[in-house]
């Protein structure tokens, strides 16, 4: 992504955004609560259009080549959401029609991966949040995308919920070589989960990707660089 | 070519997945039966009360087109794209590896094949009616004709409805708002008959134009370019606004 910028009315908004999530990483992309995260999300999914910049995904232009840009992708953007009128298998058989390597077993197999084989015939209006997260990430992986773009994958999850989440990302990343970008506005999340971060504050970048392992030779914690790096003297 | 007709089953099956489209379907199957029963038996007890038989079906038409199918295709349509809005979930189709453009035309296919549900149905409870309770049909081929040509603007209509609900964010403003635009249209027209002869609401019912009797091919033709234009014209401007939209 390369000096992505968007401004709402109001004069909020990135401005400038420009970084490189590689194959393998998990891409933590930290910052406070409205600091710009979802709307570079946005950005790099197609549900917002940017004003200056351009998005490449897997050597794709997300603009001109949109469709074969979004095809190794998976994202869950600001909330899990899923069609609640629907099963979870025909949420998952939803996705599937786009994709013709996409059989019956995999559909199986992603359920099972999530814990949701037993509601496979049930409405996702049934479901509690976290089957639904559950639901919304199996969703991502169907496709067995080689980019998952999440946007806050554990708000509103419980400790267990959060646990697995995190077991799951870090599982398919070693196991599956998929790469992941993953916003937070939690710290110790991202220093448990990522690999590598990028900070935004207000709008901007502060760092284009660090890797956590170099974070920790030079700081206490990552929570001690993210001050460092948003606050004069390093401190609130 | 692919993802497109993945995203027209997808549509399809999202509105038919939803109870209310198939109690309004039941609902339209049995309000055609009984309308033919209410004709029955008038026809049995009043003989000098000229109901013209074969006209049945076309006068079943005439009701469905001006009244029940604005409704079913505002609310099709209101559903699809505003409340998919509201509800959150038009983005799970946005992240999919399928054009703007794609969805906006499989959203578009998906109500057009509602309404030509509705049409079939209609037209074999008609005919099935008039078979059951005697009502004696003279001209099936008129009848045929009549329920196909209007499949054409009611086509319009479902552009006309999807490029309405571009500017709401809530499905049951949509719906609201396309009642009262096309009500707003229909009384104006009313007064005006500059609007009425130009306006494509006029011509939801516009059957009669293709029967023998009142054929007039120029004015047919000349009818079916403007209901054309109004076509390109509502769905350049509402895929242009769909284009555009921020989730």
Sequence with gaps: MAGLTKIYKNGRGVKDITFDVCTGDIFGFLGPNGAGKTTVMKGITGLNTIQKGHVKILGYNLDSQFENAMRNVGAIIETADVYEYMSAYENLKFIARFYQNIHEE???????????????QE????????????LALARALLPNPKLIILDEPT???????????????????AKRKMTFFISSHLVHEVELMCNK???????????NGVSIESIKESYHSLEDFYLNQVTEGGTV | MDSLKANIIN????????????????????????????????QAKLIFIAVNSFSYPLMLLAIFTNIFLPLFVFMAASDLFSGEVADRTLKLVLTMPVSRFKIYLSKIVAVSIYVILNFILI?????????????????????VVGYLADIIPALILVIFASFIAQFFRSGSTALISSIFIF???????????????????TYLNWYSLWLPNGTNLLRGLNLLLLLLAYGII??????????????
């Design chain 1, 106 to 120: 995999d559909i199986d197999n992603i359920l099972e991966l999530v814990n949701l084989t037993n509601y496979k």
């Design chain 2, 11 to 42: 549509e399809v099956r999202k509105l038919f997945l939803k109870k209310k489209t198939i109690v309004y379907l039941v609902l339209m199957a049995i309000m055609s039966f009984l309308t033919a029963f209410f004709i029955a038996t008038i």
């Design chain 1, 197 to 207: 971060v990028a900070i935004i504050h207000e709008g901007k970048l502060v760092n």
């Design chain 2, 183 to 201: 009500i707003g249209i229909k009384a104006l027209s009313l007064f005006n008959t500059l609007l009425n002869n130009n306006i494509f609401t």
């Design chain 1, 155 to 173: 708000n509103g999850l419980d400790i267990e919920g959060t646990v697995q989440m995190r077991n799951l990302i870090k599982e398919l990343a």
């Design chain 2, 234 to 247: 509502f769905f350049t401007v509402g895929y242009y606004l769909f284009d555009k939209k921020e989730i």
């Design chain 2, 123 to 143: 037209f074999l409870v008609s005919m099935l009616s008039a078979f059951c309770l005697k009502i004696t049909i003279t001209s099936i081929t008129s009848v």
């Design chain 1, 123 to 134: 409405k996702a209006s049934k479901f509690s949040l976290g089957m639904k997260q559950r």
